[in-house]
């Protein structure tokens, strides 16, 4: 059977202060209304149904992702006690469906990505499902067509397409986000894709890939998904890794039995990991800012100004450009669209000096 994982672990640490630590950025409503994890589990409609659909989050974000997505099966939310990387999330889920379908096959989205058309993206995975159901070695993932040479995100390098689907390539190399002259050479080659993050495979094929190269991951999610009254006990003792570092980029150099394929992704994508990203996402006015909430600014241009205060409070400002202006009824930031990339050292820094009230 299909499957579907959406993953909302991160606490989103480059949205602060719209993030916080009891509102992680999966969960805000910025976007026409809707949840970013709202968003992801619409994309799924007429995929797989609500029971085949599962979120992993943190323990403390369960009871609203339970509010948001009522449709779901309380059991398909799976609560984290403690954050250890995309792997750690990833196996839990695998072993608790191969427990209960030696058959499942799941596909790893994110909850934090804006994709157009929605159309494309369903066309796309219906693809992966079809690859890694006829190929127990296939480890799945996604290759969203480059539209720009991004330096924000990592890429794919793939080869030759499979013969009963020409779209679907050979992974031979995952790279590391790129400098500019390199991200450059990577658009021009035509060769390569960004990393979008997002995978299908067999349940059990990703266990064995844990089996051969993590065998003490193997055993502690084994024994998780047999004894979840352990969780407490067992969660914090799984090595901290990415899927990529931990998988993924092992199997492309031949490390195990799998091999890595990328399914073309032509799609508007955008990973909404910090402001400069969700700027992109909002209205702007003439001049280019994306505003929000009660604010009035004036001689200014190419901003983000969001004001979620109450209480009636206004956020005004006069002739300030490219700079991210946010306002809650805490906390207030202010700081240029080029440096807004370390908000998350701002957030270490406030909470290093008053204390994880802020955070």
Known sequence: MRHVLIMAGGSGKRLWPLSRQDMPKQLLRILGGKSLLRLAYDRLDGLVGPEQVWVCTGTDYAHVVAEELPELPPENILGEPEGRDSLNAIAWTAAVLAASDPDAVMAVVASDQIMRPTSTFQRALREGFEVAEADEHAL????????????????????????DHPDVRRVLAFKEKPDRTTAESYLDSGEYWWNSGMFIWRATTVLDQLRQLLPDTHRLVTELAAQPDRLAEIYPKLAKISVDYAVMEPASQGRTNAHVVAVQLPITWHDVGGFPSLRGQLPWDDHGNAVSGTTVVVGSRDNLVLNRAGNGRLLAAIGMHDTVMVQTDQITVVCPLGEAERVKELVAEVTARLGPDYA
């Open 140 to 163: 799945v993932t996604f290759g969203v067509v480059p539209t720009t040479p991004h330096i924000g995100y990592g890429y794919l390098h793939w080869g030759e397409g499979l013969p």
